[in-house]
C-alpha cells in the first residue's frame, strides 16, 4: 500500500475515535506536506534517511523546530497505524532526530496582572460571563462549546468531557466547583422551561445553536477591565502559571485539571527565579567560611 491508501485506511478507523477538529487538521497538514510526494510511496520503501531530509528541509524554509516536530507527529500516527496494519515492523519516523528548542510555556505577565484576569473572568456578568467562567476551569473552548445537558450530573455537582470532544481520547469527569454548580444548575432550570435539555449547553441566542466565535465578546471583556490582549486559550496558560507558581499546587494535580496526559505538558509551565542561582552558590560558600 502507498501512504495515501494507508492514510485513507487511517482516516476510515479513527473516523469515530478522534475529534472532527482533529479530523480536519490531520487531513490539512497530510496533504500539504505529504499526498504529493512520501504520499505516492508504498509505505515500505520509506525510509527514516528520506524523513529526516523532508523535516531538515523544512527547518532550512524558516519552519520553526517546534512546527516541525507537530507535522513530524501527524506522520508518525500514520506510519503506527501501518505497524498495526502489519505493512511495516517499525517506525521510521521514531529514528528521525530534530535540534533542541525550548518547549517552555510562558505566560509574561505579573502575579498582578494574572490575579486581574481572574478577577475580571470570576466578576464578569456579560451573556458570555458562564463560558468564560467554564473556561477558568480549565476547559478548552472546544470542550465547554460542545457540551451538552447529558454531559453534566447535577446530582453528584460532576461534568463529562466525552472522549470524542477532547485530546487525550477518553471520557475525562470533573468535579463542578460550588460557582459553577450554581451557574450551571440556573441554567438548568431555564432549558428544562424551555425544553431543552437535549441540546448544548451554551445556545448562541441569534443562531439557535452552539457558540463558535467568541472573539469579540472576550475582546470586550478584556478591554472593558483595561487588560492586555491575550487569546481564550491563554487562559489555560494562566490558569497552569498562576496554580502552579504563585499558588504551589503540586503538578501533578493542576495536569490533571488541565486534562494533560502526560505531566511534563505541565511542568513546561514552571518558571525559574534565575537569582536563584546566585543564592545556592552563595549559600555553598558561606556554608565553609563558618
Known sequence: MTL???FNSYLVYYELLLRPSTLRSDIATYNKHFKDNLGLKFVSDIKFLEIQKF???LIKQGYKI???KNILAKLRVIF???????????NPCDLVELPQFDNKRYFDYSIQIQKKIIKAIVENTGYNAD???F?????????VLNLKWSDINLKTKTYKIPFQINKAK????????????NRLYKRYIQAKKDNALNNYIFINPNTNTKFTDLRRSWNSLLKRNNLPKIRLHDIRHLIATYSINYLNLPVEQVSFTLGHTNITTT???ITTDIKKSKHTIENLIKSVKT
Open 4 to 6: 495515501n491508501q494507508v
Open 55 to 57: 523535516c531538515n528541509d
Open 66 to 68: 517546534k512546527t516541525v
Open 80 to 90: 503506527k497505524f501501518a505497524v498495526k496494519m502489519e505493512l511495516i515492523n517499525k
Open 131 to 133: 463560558i468564560y467562567f
Open 135 to 143: 473556561l477558568l476551569h480549565g476547559r478548552r473552548k472546544s470542550e
Open 170 to 181: 477518553r471520557d475525562m469527569i470533573y468535579s463542578m466547583s460550588d460557582e459553577l454548580y
Open 267 to 269: 511542568q513546561r509551565y
